[in-house]
T-cell receptor, first 113, second 112 residues
Framework: DAGVIQSPRHEVTEMGQEVTLRCKPI?????LFWYRQTMMRGLELLIY????????DSGMPEDRFSAKMPNASFSTLKIQPSEPRDSAVYFC???????????FGEGSRLTVL | GENVEQHPSTLSVQEGDSAVIKCTYS??????FPWYKQELGKRPQLIID?????GEKKDQRIAVTLNKTAKHFSLHITETQPEDSAVYFC???????????FGTGTKLQVIP
């Protein structure tokens, strides 16, 4: 398996633009997590899905952030409109419920100017 | 919800010495405690984990201990090597859907 695949790896955009980050989890994994990593706040859980259903989105900063998982092999995290303070590395991770280990993608580095 | 505190935030050791990183958690229902290593510019990767029915686990130079009563767990790295330099994160799992809360990370520098 190729592991968790994220795209784009790098994104530079201007304030106010819409940003869409994509994630393909490992086949057979039924839990998917979106994390944001910054120097100041570390690894923050934004939202997680189980069997494509959002279970907890309490970490989503505000209404500008939304996430979807239309099927078992694809998820998106959207920021609209983006702001400079959204600049961070966004990680997607997947796991098998009950197994424990999170498998992270390589991350999407977002810079909002 | 769960709160995980991690100390120290930075740690420098001489090559060959031991390193210890400590974490505390708040939710007594948490039952799984992994440790992740993140090298510069890379993704976090699991290095060792422990479940709440075990007090200690060892894998070569790495060991983790868990004290459920005190709600703390620790990572021990012996005979440190320069390639151990990285940021280490502890985490605690609670809830049936594996809600994972990470500690704030420890930047370990091993000085050759």
């Amino acid at each position: 398996d190729a592991g968790v695949i994220q795209s784009p790896r790098h994104e530079v955009t201007e304030m106010g633009q819409e940003v869409t980050l994509r994630c393909k989890p490992i086949s057979g994994h039924n839990s998917l997590f979106w994390y944001r990593q910054t120097m100041m706040r570390g690894l923050e859980l934004l939202i997680y899905f189980n069997n494509n259903v959002p279970i907890d989105d309490s970490g989503m900063p505000e209404d500008r952030f939304s996430a979807k998982m239309p099927n078992a092999s694809f998820s998106t995290l959207k920021i609209q409109p983006s702001e400079p303070r959204d600049s961070a590395v966004y990680f997607c991770a997947s796991s098998t419920q009950g197994a424990g280990e999170l498998f992270f993608g390589e991350g999407s580095r977002l810079t909002v100017l | 919800g769960e709160n995980v505190e991690q100390h120290p935030s930075t740690l420098s050791v001489q090559e060959g010495d031991s390193a210890v990183i400590k974490c505390t958690y708040s939710d007594s229902a948490s039952n799984y405690f992994p440790w992740y290593k993140q090298e510069l510019g890379k993704r976090p990767q699991l290095i060792i984990d422990i479940r709440s029915n075990v007090g200690e686990k060892k894998d070569q130079r790495i060991a983790v201990t868990l004290n459920k009563t005190a709600k703390h767990f620790s990572l021990h790295i012996t005979e440190t090597q320069p390639e151990d330099s990285a940021v280490y994160f502890c985490a605690a799992y609670s809830g049936g859907y594996q809600k994972v809360t990470f500690g704030t990370g420890t930047k370990l520098q091993v000085i050759p």
